[in-house]
């Protein structure tokens, strides 16, 4: 039996698993040239280097998301399908923030469900009348992607909502998982019917399409890729619970920028890339940016705006002026609530209710006076706890109502029907406060529309009679825990779990002064008014133009199966040092200087046993044993450590603790560096890494001769990572007049002597061979880490010097695909190996009588 983990979800989705037909070519290229069509089909090839040029550059924004910015129904008489745009749709908003020359497609669902007969005749119609290409996911694939996965999966869980039990949120079920990943690869494929991939941007939106830009990525290497998240993301201890955690992180890290509305939500993801993957990130001038395999990831915060003009052509609506003096009657004398939320367990409608209960029953003076109007959305799910909810809803209502009302006076009314806009924008501009109570919420735009609302247009103050030079006032109580909180000063934020505290809130915001009132209102109408959704969308897209600006700069690899699969994106100049190759050079060359780094490259990393194998010993006594060649061990390691493993090695030379001990064989003493004998300020360090260690679970100092290091690769990610930089600050303070440096490494800060550098050894090297006339014509180094990086600096510039003869051929590889000053990279310490093995195989004559293992070695290579 196939393990699941093992499972190729690409496979998987194009499978018969789920009986879904392959995506129809039935859509024609999108012409970005009169008379021209762009025709991707007849390229089959995979390899990102050959992604197709457009024949023009064309200001192009393609679109994805779950639904497409329309209407649909038919025609009662000629039963044939109308469409019209969704003039509130925020993805038909975005293209305030594109210059008027931009072509904008959107790729998307329909909200009605099109007959497999008529599908290839509506798509036609709404690429060429709206732009728009339409996803038509089977009715069952349908259900199980969005009803199951999205609603039952995600959604609970992106709301903090672990499924402890059957009744509160379903367990995951990998066929639901299965239908998300193939609806996922239609909307991907529909995408790639219609992109010119040098020209075009992508922007994806939201939950329901994490994984689409793997499949995109896949196809097109240096696709230029954006995804907003709309939706809180959870704490890594609520997102590892996930059993696909790992497959949707990879999803969202194959794009070039990842957008979300708060520094939580953006907090909580980079701390699951640390934890699950690894991964660590910097902030780079202003901005967050992840390093993925040579590629940087950007990270933006902000959170999305209101469609201004939208909002106020609604206010200018006769329809809004009636029914604005029609509840003006309706509330005459009384001071309305406002709140505005859909039916689901997070927006906390009961909680509100319970609020505005114990705010009547501790101020008599309210009752009669206060009404709180709930308008209820209709859900956008269906399940038990959507009726739970509402059944709840109505029971809260009914009894604060029977307590607190009378004949003609009920202080909570539930509108609980679809309201049109103009009534919405009616209740706004008259209500006093608006509260929104959410437990969870991802954004949450009802403030901001209430604010603009309550500044109000001509129209409306006429039918308010309110003098134009009238100062506007407004009062806000929002949930700590909804995004548009942080950008909302003015609020009374509240805890919604606290019925007391919201109560308060309530009443204080009823009470406070009008001068108060207005100063609040004047801050938040400057803040939204100026951050609209065309300033949202015009921010995020430049930021997506800058994070791909060195796409073409690069070469580009694929690596990775199924979900896991990720670009490598390096310098042109980079590239696999070939076995081949560097033996051809070793043999044609006559003066040989090798230096090698230990951990990390001719051990593994993650190896238990340090100590090197008997195989290592071995080739590495080939190498030293060739008088051609002189091969140094250049480690951070101790000089006991590398003194007793290599003691088998006689000629080979050994730079320990960064080059501060050298020793040219065993026969010859160890060499102390010059540069910086003074190791005084190691008694200031020690007692700071100390304190560090017992606040770190999991972190320890090594000692060295020379340098002291604080490890942290057993802490907690985050923790440790925080702690350490922590601790280079702290260092740097103290040992500000003292000759010593403080780096940060791989899970490591390590303070070590200045001027002590693998750099300093390798030019020693060198020099010393150029002084006994023995100046090399072939120079390889290999290393792992950013201590390695100043050897190969090193070696470029030593052998450039006028002290060098003649230019001798350098291999300078690092191990592991990733930016590098080195010409070349292997994959792993396991490469590092068989290269060594090559090149001892080509210091030791082969023997003549042994012909079939020569050829064996020589193909393995």
Aim: net charge negative; with cysteine; charged share 25%.
């Amino acid at each position: 039996m196939a393990s699941r983990s093992c499972t190729n979800l690409f496979d998987l989705a194009c499978g018969g698993l789920l009986d879904i037909p392959c995506t129809p070519r039935s859509l024609p290229r999108v012409m970005t040239v009169p008379g021209i069509i762009s025709d991707l089909d007849s390229c089959s090839n995979n390899d990102g280097d050959s992604d197709s040029s457009s024949s023009i550059c064309r200001d192009r924004k393609i679109i994805v998301a779950n639904m497409l910015p329309l209407h649909a129904k038919r025609d009662p008489e000629t039963a044939k399908w109308c469409f019209s745009l969704d003039q509130d749709s925020l993805l038909l908003h975005i293209k305030d923030g594109f210059s008027s020359e931009t072509e904008v497609i959107y790729v998307g669902s329909l909200k009605a469900e099109i007959d497999a007969s008529e599908q290839e005749e509506v798509a036609q119609i709404l690429l060429q009348d709206f732009n728009c290409v339409p996803t038509f996911l089977p009715h069952d694939l349908q259900k199980k992607f969005y009803l199951g996965f999205c609603k039952q999966q995600l959604w609970p869980l992106f709301h903090y909502m672990l499924p402890m039990c059957p009744d509160h949120g379903d367990r995951f079920d990998r066929l639901l998982w299965q239908a998300y990943v193939s609806a996922n690869k239609i909307f991907a494929d529909k995408v790639m019917e219609v992109i010119n991939p040098d020209d075009d941007f992508v922007w994806v939106h939201d939950y329901h399409l994490m994984i689409l830009p793997t499949f995109l990525r896949k196809r097109f290497y240096r696709v230029k890729l954006g995804f907003f998240l709309h939706s809180p993301f959870p704490s890594s201890e609520i997102y590892r619970t996930l059993p696909v955690r790992d497959e949707i992180l990879r999803g969202l890290l194959n794009c070039d920028l990842i957008g979300f509305h708060t520094f939580d939500y953006a907090r909580h993801f980079l701390s699951c890339c640390s934890r699950m993957l690894g991964l660590d990130y910097e902030s780079k001038r202003g901005y967050i940016g992840l390093d993925y395999f040579g590629r940087t990831v950007y990270i933006k915060i902000l959170p999305v705006g209101v469609h201004m003009g939208r909002l106020e052509s609604v206010l200018n609506l006769p329809s809004t002026s009636a029914k604005i003096k029609e509840i003006q009657e309706q509330f005459k004398q009384k001071k309305v609530i406002l709140g505005v939320d859909d039916m689901d367990i997070f927006k906390g409608i009961s909680l509100k209710l319970l609020a505005v209960e114990q705010l009547l029953q501790q101020n008599p003076e309210l009752q009669g006076k206060v009404v709180l109007v709930q308008i209820v959305n209709p859900a956008r799910g269906s399940g038990k706890d959507v009726q739970e909810a509402r059944s709840e809803t109505y029971l809260t209502a009914r009894r604060i109502n029977e307590v607190y009302g009378s004949s003609d006076y009920e202080p909570v009314i539930l509108i609980d029907r679809p309201v049109p806009r103009f009534e919405k924008s009616a209740y706004y501009a008259v209500a006093e406060c608006c509260i929104v109570n959410a437990v969870r919420d991802g954004m949450n735009l009802v403030p901001y529309k209430y604010i603009v609302c309550r500044q109000g247009t001509p129209c409306m103050n006429e039918a308010m009679g309110i003098k134009a030079d009238t100062p506007r006032t407004s009062m806000l109580v929002v949930s700590e825990f909804i995004g548009c909180s942080p950008s909302l000063s003015g609020a009374i934020r509240v805890n919604p779990w606290d019925v007391d505290a919201v109560a308060d809130a309530l009443n204080s915001a009823l009470t406070m002064p009008d001068s108060e009132k207005q100063l609040r209102h004047e801050k938040h109408y400057r803040y939204v008014s100026s951050h609209d959704v065309g300033y949202w969308a015009r921010s995020f897209v430049q930021d997506l133009e800058r994070a791909c600006r060195d796409h073409y700069s690069k070469r580009c690899w694929g690596i990775g199966l199924g979900l896991g699969f990720r670009v490598v994106s390096l310098s042109p100049s980079f590239r696999k040092l070939s076995i081949n190759h560097i033996v051809s050079a070793y043999k044609s060359t006559n003066r040989r200087a090798i230096f090698l780094d230990y951990d990390g490259t001719v051990v593994p990393q993650n190896s238990i046993n340090k100590a090197p194998s008997p195989e290592v010993i071995s080739m590495l006594n080939s190498l030293c044993n060739d008088p051609k060649n002189t091969v140094f061990i250049v480690s951070g390691r101790g000089r006991s450590s590398l003194g007793e493993w290599f003691a088998p090695c006689e000629t080979l030379g050994i730079a320990a603790e960064h080059g501060y001990f050298l020793r040219w064989s065993t026969t010859s003493e160890w060499e102390t560096s010059s540069v910086a004998p003074d190791l005084e300020w190691k008694e200031i360090v020690e007692p700071v890494m100390r304190l560090y260690t017992e606040a770190t679970d999991g972190s320890s100092i090594e000692i060295k001769e020379s340098a002291l290091v604080w490890h942290h690769q057993d802490a907690d990610p985050d923790f440790g990572s925080c702690q350490a930089k922590e601790l280079l600050d702290h260092l740097e303070n103290v040992l500000a007049n003292e000759p010593a440096v403080v780096k940060r490494g791989q899970h490591i800060v390590e303070v070590k002597p200045q001027g002590v550098s693998k750099g300093l050894v390798a030019e020693k090297v060198l020099l010393r061979m150029v002084k006994d006339m023995k100046a090399p014509d072939f120079v390889m180094c290999i290393g792992d880490d950013r201590s390695d990086e100043d050897m190969f600096e090193s070696i470029l510039s030593t052998v450039s010097s006028p002290s060098m003869p003649a230019p001798p051929e350098i291999f300078a590889c690092t191990v592991g695909r990733k930016p590098s000053k080195a010409k070349y990279y292997l994959d792993d310490a396991v490469d590092v190996v068989k290269l060594l093995q090559g090149l001892a195989a080509a210091s030791i004559p082969k023997p003549r009588h042994l012909p079939h293992i020569q050829v064996s070695f020589e193909s393995s290579f």
